[in-house]
């Protein structure tokens, strides 16, 4: 099962309970993103994990062990799942929907190496601070999927910023937008005909809480206090019923490549000496299985067909970027 936890987020849940309703009309587009400042997670003193030094790779402690060498030597979309799960989810990719080709775009790379040289424990003659780190600070990379819808995320750890993941959901009837980091009241939302076309956002607090996904409803008060402000224990959850039940984990191993294969393909767009161009994320499929497979999924015949295993599909997708000249 893929353990992506913002796809149980309580307003998130919330749209895609609106989403299933069709109260956003059909859907157009979606964004989303990891856009959280890291600087002071990626480097630390060795000792103490965070705000507390420059340091990275073997001389420091904790996530800065491994994770600020992916902004120094890569340049791309880092960390696509938090954004792209939720949207994929409410879009149906692997489910009669598919995500068919990228294009993604870079802003320099400043903010890692200026926080080195301002940092106490840094400064401008620090040998960090002399890295030419190759993420850029802001990273944007546009999806095209094959019913039509588009989709943007946005890659953001290096700047000053509070957290957000940056989410819009938009659609024929209306659209909703978050500002914050899931809060009920931390968001704006558009609906055209309950609202009049007064063009006017609402506030969100009303419409998360009347339209609260069921899973919520339910299990709420047994999430308190679980990780990530209740997500982990619904992500936990989901795979310990599909286990007890032998049922389809609701994420799966397709959902796993295609998410991460976002990864590698937008990196592939800055091995090309800068040139912007648009790379397929799937092979042509045949969109009518993969709505056999979800119509099976909800016990409807027919039986499925055969899916490949992960390593097949996980190859495919690598297989684009070996191959490309």
């Known amino acids: 099962m893929m353990l992506e936890n913002v796809c149980y987020r309580r307003d998130v849940m919330a749209v895609l309970n609106m989403v299933r309703k069709g109260m956003f009309g059909e859907l157009l587009h979606g964004q989303g993103g990891y856009e959280h400042d890291l ?17 990275f790779g073997k001389n420091a402690y904790s996530e800065a062990q491994w994770r600020t060498e992916h902004n120094l030597k890569r340049n791309g979309e880092l960390y696509p799942t938090h954004g792209l ?16 080709k990228l294009s993604s775009i870079a802003t320099k790379a400043k903010g890692l190496q ?10 401008a003659n620090h040998p960090n601070a002399k890295l030419n780190f190759k993420c850029g600070d802001i990273v944007n990379t546009q999806i095209q999927c094959a019913n039509g819808e588009t989709i943007l995320l946005t890659h953001d750890v290096s700047s000053p910023r509070p957290y957000n993941l940056g989410f819009r959901v938009q659609g024929t009837e209306g659209l909703w937008q978050d500002w914050g980091s899931g809060g009920k009241k931390q968001g704006f939302i558009y609906f055209q005909k309950e609202m009049n076309h007064n063009h ?9 809480t009347d339209h609260d996904h069921p899973l919520w ?20 959850h989901a795979f310990i019923e599909c286990i007890k039940r032998g049922t389809e984990f609701p994420l799966d191993v397709y959902d796993y490549a295609s998410w991460y294969a976002i990864t590698p393909l937008s990196e592939k767009v800055y091995w090309k000496a800068g040139r912007y161009k648009t790379y397929p994320i799937l092979q042509e499929g045949n969109i009518k299985q993969e709505t056999r497979y979800l119509r099976w999924m909800m016990s409807i015949k027919p039986p499925p067909p055969r899916r490949r295993n992960y390593r097949e599909i996980l190859e495919d997708y690598l297989t684009i970027i070996k191959d490309e000249p």
């Open 39 to 55: 600087r002071g997670v990626l480097f630390n003193d060795g000792k103490t994990a965070y705000n507390s030094g420059v340091d």
């Open 85 to 100: 799960g939720p949207v994929a989810v409410m879009m149906d990719i692997n489910r009669g929907n598919r995500m068919t």
């Open 114 to 123: 200026k926080y080195i040289a301002e940092h106490p424990k840094g400064g």
């Open 200 to 208: 006017k956002w609402d506030n969100t607090e009303k419409w998360l």
């Open 217 to 236: 409803k339910k299990y709420g008060t047994q999430a308190e206090g679980a990780g990530h402000g209740g997500m982990d224990f619904f992500v936990d």
